[in-house]
């Protein structure tokens, strides 16, 4: 009986130690780094598109602020707007349209006021001659501007002032410039007999 209990004994492998003593897999340390790592990465993203966002706003709104700008001093009819005598057309004027482009009207008082900062070419087309408004540059008949090119300016965006006696051969050379490009043109309403209808006066260059 002692022999048989003693082989049974030594038969039996050991005893497997229990569930809770079995050692556990460790995490690697690596993994948790990581994990830091990217979590770092995506707010450093977030925190770079939250930026961009504030800066293309801001550059967008500057924009807008400069492009309303430009249409707010954009002048009527093609009048250039700038700091001489013609500027005050954009202002003070009315469009008058006509075929393929505008021009602008001007009142003598308006005309007065940018002769004192003159900075176009004033041009007299009344025919036959009666007289012109002191500073006028040249003094070409409204049927002869094309026949006188060479006598306006050669850019064609400067600024061009006609008037005559009363107003119609102006606007007729007013046309006659749209015609041949020119696209600030200004025309003073009334002509001569609105300058002194105002209490102003008419000279004569004897240039008939």
Same mark, same amino acid.
């Given at each position: 009986m &002692?022999?048989? &209990?003693?082989? +049974?004994?030594?038969?039996? @492998?050991?005893?497997?130690?229990?569930?809770?003593?079995q050692p556990k897999t460790a995490i690697p340390a690596a993994t948790g780094t990581k994990a830091k790592k990217a979590t770092s990465a995506v707010d450093v993203r977030r925190r770079q598109n939250r930026i961009i966002g504030v800066v293309a706003v801001a550059v967008i709104a500057v924009l807008a602020v400069g492009a309303g700008w430009m249409l707010l001093s954009r002048p009527s009819g093609g009048v250039t707007v700038g700091t001489g005598g013609a500027a005050m057309a954009s202002s003070q004027g009315t469009v008058q349209q006509g075929n393929g482009g505008s021009w602008t009207n001007v009142s003598a008082d308006t005309l007065a006021a940018m002769l004192a900062k003159k900075d176009f070419t004033l041009l007299d087309v009344k025919t036959p001659y009666i007289g012109e408004i002191e500073g006028t540059d040249a003094y070409i008949p409204y049927t002869d501007l094309t026949a006188h090119a060479s006598a306006l300016p050669k850019d064609?965006?400067?600024?061009?002032?006609?008037?005559?006696?009363? @107003?119609?051969?102006?606007?007729?050379?007013?046309? &006659?410039?749209?015609?041949? @490009?020119?696209? +600030?043109?200004? +025309?003073?309403d009334g002509g001569? +007999?609105?300058?002194?209808? &105002?209490g102003r006066q008419i000279v004569s260059k004897n240039r008939g």
């Open positions: &002692s022999t048989s &209990s003693s082989k +049974n004994r030594k038969s039996k @492998g050991p005893t497997p130690a229990p569930a809770s003593a064609k965006a400067a600024p061009v002032v006609v008037y005559c006696r009363s @107003g119609n051969e102006s606007r007729i050379a007013a046309q &006659s410039l749209l015609d041949m @490009g020119y696209t +600030n043109i200004i +025309n003073l001569m +007999n609105a300058w002194t209808a &105002s």
